[in-house]
């Protein structure tokens, strides 16, 4: 089991910035890798961003690709979503994900939840 907990959230204008951290708890943090997914009301559950077990590769969708950053901090059982150049568009409850592996771009194919953390971009 392991449990994810999403913080950093709220609100911003456009062209702002948030940095978004996930804290884990419970198994050994580097046995997944970790994605980030987003919702906005109605649309299905998108994938957003993930990376590595230990970093070494990370991906992007690309409606975020050379805005949004994801790392982990490994000591700390940590990732991050540094969000930059934020739009309107970008609005949503941020989850953060254990996935099997950086080739898991499906909301279906994760192992464990956050709880997730509204970002709300205004215009």
């Known amino acids: 089991q392991v449990q994810l907990v999403e913080s950093g959230g709220g609100l911003v204008q456009a062209g702002g910035s948030l940095r978004l951290s996930c804290a884990a708890s419970g198994r050994t943090f580097t046995s997944y890798a970790m994605g980030w997914f987003r919702q906005a009301p109605g649309p299905a559950r998108e994938f957003v961003a993930n990376?590595?077990?230990?970093?070494?590769?990370?991906y992007y969708a690309d409606s975020v690709k050379g805005r949004f950053t994801i790392s982990r901090d490994n000591t700390k059982n940590t990732m991050y979503l540094q969000l930059n150049s934020l739009k309107p568009e970008d609005t949503a409850v941020y989850y953060c994900?254990?996935?099997?592996?950086?080739?898991?771009?499906?909301?279906?194919?994760?192992?464990?939840w956050g709880k997730g953390t509204l970002v709300t971009v205004s215009s």
């Open positions: 990376i590595s077990r230990y970093g070494a590769s990370t």
């Open positions: 994900a254990a996935v099997p592996s950086t080739l898991s771009y499906s909301a279906q194919n994760v192992y464990y």
